[in-house]
Structure formats: C-alpha cells, structure tokens
C-alpha cells in the first residue's frame, strides 16, 4: 500500500470508516458549517437585530437571511459544477466564495 501525502487531494478523498462516505473533506465542510452558524450566533448576541436591510432581491434580509441564501446558492454551485464539469472542485469554491461575498454585501 502506498503512503498517502499529507494534505495530498487522496489524503482529502480517503474513507475515514465503513458508515456513510466520510472523508476529511465531508468533515471539513460540516465544521465549516457549524462555525459558521456559531459564529453568526455570536454575532447576534453582541449586536443584536441581525441589521436587516432592503437589497438587490426586493426583500428585507438580516444577517442570518444572508448566511442561509448563500449556503444554499453555494450548494447549488457545487452541484451544478459536479453535473457540468465533475472534479476538481477548486474553481466553484472560489465561485462560492465570491457568491457569498455578493450576497453579504449587495443582497
């Protein structure tokens, strides 16, 4: 069996159990989740209101409005990147990255 480098796209891709599909990467992207939805929490604890604002789509959003349209503007990337093109998936993450940055700021 050949070593897997660490950081290498098979140490990201290699099975971490025989349950569901976890990799690295499906782990990574669970935590990215999960501190994102912490962090908004603790946001709104110490500035309360959420800041909701009027923008581009022609409904009041707050920050968590916001946090939500661009996790799911960004699943939608993905998927469409994955039925288009397939892998490597570096080039929709920079997509999802800019998409999220619009929304916080425009929408």
């Known amino acids: 069996m050949q070593e897997v480098v660490l ?5 990201w891709q290699e099975p971490l159990g025989s349950w569901m ?3 690295r990467a ?3 992207f669970f935590l990215f989740i ?5 962090t908004m929490g603790v946001w709104e604890y110490f500035s309360p209101g ?3 604002r009027h923008g581009i789509l022609g ?12 996790l799911l503007g960004s699943a939608f ?13 570096w080039a929709p993450l920079g997509i999802a990255i800019l998409y999220m940055i619009a929304v916080f ?3």
């Open 59 to 70: 409904l009041d959003t707050t920050r968590g409005d916001r946090l939500f349209i661009s």
């Open 105 to 107: 700021r425009w929408a």
């Open 34 to 38: 999960v501190t994102a939805i912490a």
């Open 21 to 23: 599909a976890w990799t």
């Open 7 to 11: 950081f290498s796209a098979e140490w």
């Open 77 to 89: 990337i993905f998927l469409a990147w994955l039925g288009l093109m397939g892998t490597p998936l």
């Open 50 to 52: 959420g800041g909701p």
């Open 26 to 28: 499906t782990i990574a």
